[in-house]
Structure formats: structure tokens, C-alpha cells
């Protein structure tokens, strides 16, 4: 069977490193992936097939997919080739999700700069969608907060809608790295969210924050939307503190 050991670098003076081979056979897949060989939605070559490529043994092959199937490049299932995923802004984002949460469960002051950097991020959210937004995003806005309107009083619905609406804003950038991170903060933020936003019966404050951040996006003004959008977060931040006091 062939060594495929690597050098740790082109210097010839570097010295010689022994990788493991599911090292080795991962970054070479890596590769043929990103380059575009074998793109979204097809299948790798059989583990023999691989086998015989890269000569080495099938602990090698496996150790190596699936530590690209944990990254999202890859997906296996059972008495399938593997099949390489597309990747998205939201694969991508989602591959930190568990980590974020217990970073944030775990860390007061992480949730504080969490919240941080939403507001500076759904400050531009909001500036953008007054800008970029057509009558059919508008519509669906005003769709969004009738819904939430409707789901008053079921926590569960409310902060679906509420959800909906952050991340329709995102949307309207049209910028699926802008989508994903919003999608994901709000994901975060979920069970502290949910407090916030039913704070003695806030919720209804929180429809009317909603229905003035449309109205600026409707009437093209960036600055109001800004200014709405900051107002809501920061409305929202300061009845977390309260609540969690």
C-alpha cells in the first residue's frame, strides 16, 4: 500500500511531517470538492473506488467523509455514496450553531455582544430594505405582521412571525450571507427573545414597533427605518435586563 505522508511545507529545508492518512485523503477530497469535480448533489466515488485512488485502507476513507459530512460538505447515508451538499451562506452558518449557543449559555457577556451586534447589523438590515425593497417585499411584510398580529396570545406563533419579519428584512438585501446571519442570531437569541417580547403583555408594543419599521420601509426612508429598528432592539434589551434581574 502507498504512503501519501505530506511535507508541512514547500521551504526544502522544512522538515519532512507524517500525517495520518484520513488527514491526507481529507484534504485531497477536500479539494476535488471545492474545485468543483464532483459538485452539488453528486456522488463520490465508491469507498473501493477511493480505496484504489488513493491506496490506502477503508478506516482511512471513512475517518476522512465523515469529518466532511461534520463540516457540511458532505451527506452519508447508509448503503449510499456519499454525496457532496451544496454549499450555501446557510450550511456554512449553520456549522457554528451549536457552539454559538452553548458559547452563549455558557457566557453572559457573549449574549451581551450578540445583541450587540444584531443591532448594528439590523440597523444596515433596515437601511437596505427601504432602499432595495419592491411592492411584492412590502406586501409580504404587511403579511408578516398581520400574521403576528393574529398570533397574539400564542407565544409559540408570535415568535415564529416575529422571526419572519426580522429575517424577511435580510432578505430583501437580496445577500445570502446577510440572510443566513440573520436567520442564525435570531436563532440564538430565541429563548431570550421570548421573555422580552412577552413581558406584561408586551407583545403589543412589539406590533407596533413592527408596523412603524414597515411604514418607513414603504415610504422609502432609510434613516426611519434605522431609527425604528434601533428603537425596537433597544426597547427589547432593556426588557430582557429587567426580566433576568
Known sequence: MVSINAKASSSPDAPIVKRKLADEVFERLKTMIVSGEFGPGESLPSERDLMARFGV??????????????????????????????????????????????MLSASPEMLENLKEARRFFERG?????????????????????????QATGDQAAFIRADMAFHTKIAQISRNAIFEALSEAMLGWLQE???DALFWEGKGHQTLAEHTEILRCIKARDPAGAEAAVTMHL?????LYVHTTS
Open 57 to 102: 485502507g477503508r478506516p482511512a476513507i471513512r475517518e476522512a467523509m465523515q469529518t466532511l459530512a461534520n463540516l457540511g460538505l458532505l451527506t452519508i447515508s447508509h448503503g449510499e455514496r456519499a454525496r457532496v451538499r451544496a454549499l450555501t451562506a446557510r450550511a456554512a452558518v449553520n456549522q457554528i450553531d451549536t457552539l454559538a449557543q452553548l
Open 125 to 149: 438590515m433596515a437601511r437596505e430594505a427601504a432602499i432595495k425593497a419592491t411592492n411584492e417585499d412590502i406586501a409580504e411584510l404587511e403579511v408578516l405582521v398581520e400574521q403576528q398580529r
Open 192 to 194: 431570550y427573545h421570548t
Open 234 to 238: 433597544d426597547r427589547s434589551a432593556s
